[in-house]
């Protein structure tokens, strides 16, 4: 038998854990978050690419934002295309925004023989770096620097590198056109 000071303390530790118990049960039943169902059943209609493409962080932030607005002319997903849009419309009770299929451009008109070369990189072949490190090999220091960031990037496949031009290449049927918030498309480099 367990007696004298050991016996204490194990009974005042178990006695604690139950308190603690009780205390942080009504703690999490008081601070419960009700979330709306149908949050779930918009995402599961979603592509579940979690590309955020349509501005927001994941299928799972564009479910909540399309459950949540009265409106969805501003919220849509350009991975699912107006058919998905057009079922969780049909969901929610609202009517479902109309938007012409769109196609990343690629605005960059200088191949590897109209652009000046002021230098030779010779480092990790990643736009993002050469970006950093300086305004890349041309004399542009807006156009396509060819390292294939937007290709690596395309969950699609719809990007390649032209190894003539340097400049990347759009297929037009597996493109999706991420468009962002701020109206351009993730694909697309601007420039010249």
């Known amino acids: 038998m367990i007696s004298g000071v050991l016996g204490s303390t194990i009974l005042t530790l178990c006695v604690i854990g139950v308190i603690a118990a009780v205390v942080l049960y009504f703690v999490a039943q008081k601070f419960k978050v009700h979330e709306d169902p149908r949050i779930d059943a918009v995402e599961g209609m979603l592509p579940g690419a979690n590309c955020g493409g349509c501005g927001y962080p994941g299928c799972r932030g564009l479910a909540d934002a399309l459950v949540g607005s009265d409106d969805l002319s501003s919220l ?8 998905t849009m057009k079922r969780i419309a049909e969901y929610l009770g609202k009517g479902a925004p109309e938007k012409e299929p769109a196609v990343a451009v690629v605005r960059c008109n200088g191949n590897c023989e109209k652009r000046p070369r002021t ?4 480092g990790a072949a990643s736009c993002a770096i050469e970006a950093t ?7 542009c220091s807006y156009g396509c620097l060819g390292g294939g960031d937007c290709v690596s990037v395309c969950a699609f496949g719809a990007l390649s590198i032209d190894p003539r031009s340097g400049l990347p290449v759009v297929n ?6 991420f468009a962002r918030k701020e109206g351009k498309a ?5 420039g010249a």
């Open 76 to 83: 849509y997903c350009t991975a699912g295309g107006a058919e």
């Open 119 to 122: 230098n030779i990189y010779d």
């Open 133 to 139: 490190l300086y305004g890349g090999e041309t004399g």
């Open 172 to 177: 037009e049927a597996l493109c999706t056109a």
């Open 186 to 190: 993730a694909g697309s480099t601007s």
